[in-house]
């Protein structure tokens, strides 16, 4: 059976709207306009037992909206979703034990306190035994460099810190599913570089399954072999992250530098010019013309280096976003 | 499950809360303490220049016994996390209860019950020397049965006044700003509750009315409990009116906050 199993999930949200100054301001009072946003449409997609799986969109794509909804937060308008074996949204205390959600922009630990009393609420809120927590807590502040840290209030530690203690906090009761929205958001190199070891090393080690948003695409390839790709509430794309350069025709990039000054636009029938200066050029263009137009520009230009790319990974999603806003 | 362990963690937490800022916790205790002054004032000099014994029934020792008490059952009670609930259901702070296998409801209430420990020790060390003083000055008469209803009713009082605001705070998920809103309930709640003076100096028939109320049984009978005011037969039938008004609000309660969850859950927090 799927670990987790969405069907056609469908949520829409009434807002309101207002102009900007007083006079709109003194309108909406009196009359406001119900508007319906439909953060996500009709979305499908299975995940199977300790899969880690990246869900990618751009800002408002409907993300945490799903996040949300297969967490229990938020009922559906429509669909179905089944997690684990529980229907999310009736909330029973069973599913609650068996998942966790972090979210990189929320706090859940007590501000005022150490983390560690937050970390012993969640213990006996999950009814952790002792040994269990004594070691879960002893590995986890290990793994991630903090057990200096615990018993400092939360309102004093960095941003970076703090995450770890969420993440200490979410997995205390070890979950076998773990929703992480944006965990890394606003950490330092080091800091999101620790805390993609360390989710990798949980999963690996626990067969977790894990459901990961990120806008730093470092963040799912390494950590996820496959990725779910919404925008404007709908599915764009299931599959492996690396073959999403498959859907664009196989496009190429060839980097170009020259001994001496050559003028762009000499260059313009070869391919798309991406970027570039007299000294240095960058062109896109498909694959099957890749052999004629090497031939033709190694022969024709005063060549010193040159290189071969694949479009990178972002490139090739800003696409898909832009390919469904449009059409 | 281990119930117990969860709520004596929670209750921990809540006293430790209320002590992480030092100089708050003192400045709150010491704030208690104005309002009881300037009453104090106001009382002496109108019954200095009234030439009566007793105005509203109550005699000029009565009525600074009653302020006196009074503004420390007031401050017993608060709840003050009006804009803590508020704010977790504007901000989606709620969303992180949700998903835990623990009740909001248990969850704030023992809470609640934590942050008030250390007040309610303060208090009651507070109540004995004032209990002492004005029983030594003849002004209460003091009675072991009293006593201890007393006792039982400031829990009932603490209990209610938490189910009222609870009540009041639902509110939060149709209002989107709502700190007024909330002065302005706790003000009203006070002054119904009898927390500023005697409830006799609206009149009879306000008092009356009243009695169909469950503010008077916050902060308003526990004191007369105390002070001697109400009859022994009212004492014992307000005590069951005050588990009635308990009972009530929980169902109430419960049920605003069922149906206000749904529609946040609806909507997205």
Known sequence: MDFIRVRELHKT???????????????????????????????????????????????????TTTLKMLSGILYPTSGEANVLGYVPWERKNEFKRLFSIVMGQKN?????????????????????????????????????????????????????ERMKMELIAALIH????????????????????????FLKYYNEQFGATILLTSHYMKDVEDLCKRTIIINEGNLLYDGELHKINDLFNEQKIIRLHFSEPVAEQRLAKFGKIVSGDEYNVVLELPKHRLKEVSRAVLDSFPIVDWTIEDVPIEESISMLYRKESVG | MNRRKLYTAVFSMGVQHSMEYRVHFFLGLIGAMFPILVQYFIWTAVYQ?????????????????????????????????????????????????LIKPISYFGYRLISFFGQKAIYYGITVMLLVGIIWFAASGGVLKVEAVRLVLFAITLWGALLLNFLIAYCICASAFYLHEISYFFVITSLLVNILSGGMFPLEIFGDSVVKALQYT????????????????????????????????????????????HVSMKKYSAVGG
């Open chain 2, 214 to 257: 469950p503010f008077p049984y916050t902060i308003y009978f526990p004191v007369n409990v105390l002070s001697g005011k109400t009859e022994v037969a009212a004492m014992y039938q307000g005590l069951l009116i005050q588990c009635g008004w308990i009972v009530l609000f929980f169902l109430l309660s419960r049920f605003a906050w």
């Open chain 1, 13 to 63: 949200f009434v807002y309101y709207r207002k102009g900007a100054g007083l006079k709109n301001s003194l309108k909406n009072l009196f009359a406001r306009k119900a508007l319906v946003k439909e953060a996500v449409k009709s979305v499908s997609f299975d995940i199977g037992p300790g899969e880690c799986v990246g869900f990618l969109g751009p800002n408002g794509a409907g993300k």
């Open chain 2, 49 to 97: 220049h009234s030439g009566q014994d007793a105005l509203f029934s109550y005699s000029y020792g009565q009525i600074i016994m009653y302020t006196i008490l009074a503004g420390l059952v007031s401050k017993l009670i608060a709840t003050q996390f009006e804009h803590q609930i508020a704010d977790d259901i504007k901000n989606g702070g709620l969303n992180k209860y």
């Open chain 1, 174 to 197: 070890r979950p076998r599913l773990l929703y992480l929205d944006e965990p890394t958001i606003g950490l330092d190199f080091p800091s999101q570089k620790k805390v993609r070891e």
């Open chain 1, 108 to 160: 859940q630990l007590w501000w005022d306190l150490p983390a560690s009393e937050s970390i012993y609420l969640n213990k006996c809120i999950y009814d952790v035994d002792d040994d269990v927590y004594r070691r879960s807590l002893a590995e986890l502040s290990e793994m991630l460099e903090v057990e200096e840290l615990l018993d400092v209030q939360v309102r004093r530690l960095s941003l970076g």
